[in-house]
């Protein structure tokens, strides 16, 4: 079956400073990942999603990912934290025949001036 | 609409009490996708619709929980008799691809926190 870890459910970083937020995969096949956000009482923004392709991917908000296979990893980052990035972070691998999104635990992200 | 919309926001349930949720997928959205939210959890997936038909309910927890969209754009869920471990947040998602060609991905809604009391 395939899932998604997410290591450290709270990164807190300076603003201004390097987020890494990390995911790791399992899948038997090749795996269609995305990353999502949540603000607080709302619904999930895509960020940003691998299907094939290019290894690294560009999303909004500065957001970036790379798809390393070796490493069965999909870890997010973003250069430089800024405070309206706070907010909690989903990774997600596509599953069941492509109708439906299996998520990791998420990753409650704090930015502290 | 603009994006997905769920009804209503909030919803306090006593046990034993049915609900029903509502989700307007955003206009000509072929796939629909319910997801239940614990508290401090990852969405977990309910079900699914392509057009009206329900392709997928294998999520869907008990043969309480029930869901239905007959005309392939509104979409209820159903929960009969709830229970205090149905509190969560039912997000609702939807596409314009059908299942397995997930290039738009999918345009979640803000969801329905159902708190049973």
């Known amino acids: 079956a395939q899932s998604v870890t997410q290591l450290g459910s709270h990164v807190s970083v300076s603003e201004g400073a390097l987020v890494l937020l990390r995911c790791n995969y399992s899948s038997s096949v090749p795996p269609y990942l995305f990353w999502y956000v949540q603000y607080p009482n709302q619904g999930l923004q895509l960020l940003l999603k691998?299907?094939?392709?290019?290894?690294l991917v560009k999303g909004i908000n500065g957001f970036e990912a790379e798809f390393k296979k070796s490493e069965t990893s999909f870890h997010l980052t973003k250069p430089s934290a800024h405070m309206s990035d706070a907010a909690e972070y989903f990774c997600a691998v596509l599953t069941g025949g492509g109708n439906k999104l299996t998520f990791g635990t998420g990753t409650q992200l704090k930015v502290e001036l | 609409g603009a994006g997905v919309s769920q009804s209503p926001r909030y919803k306090v349930a006593k046990r034993g009490q049915d609900v029903a949720l509502r989700c307007d997928p955003i206009?000509?959205?072929?796939?629909l996708f319910w997801y239940q939210q614990a508290l401090g959890q990852g969405p977990e997936f309910l079900t699914y619709?392509?057009?009206?038909?329900?392709?997928?309910k294998s999520g869907l927890p008990s043969d309480r929980f029930f869901a239905e969209r007959p005309e392939g754009s509104v979409s209820t869920l159903k929960i009969q008799r709830t229970q205090q471990e149905d509190s969560a947040v039912y997000l609702c998602?939807?596409?314009?691809?059908?299942?397995?060609?997930?290039?738009?991905?999918?345009?979640f809604g803000s969801g329905t926190r159902l708190t049973v009391v």
């Open positions: 998602a939807s596409s314009p691809s059908p299942a397995g060609e997930i290039r738009y991905g999918y345009t």
């Open positions: 691998y299907t094939t392709g290019a290894t």
């Open positions: 206009s000509g959205h072929v796939s």
């Open positions: 619709f392509q057009n009206e038909a329900q392709l997928d």
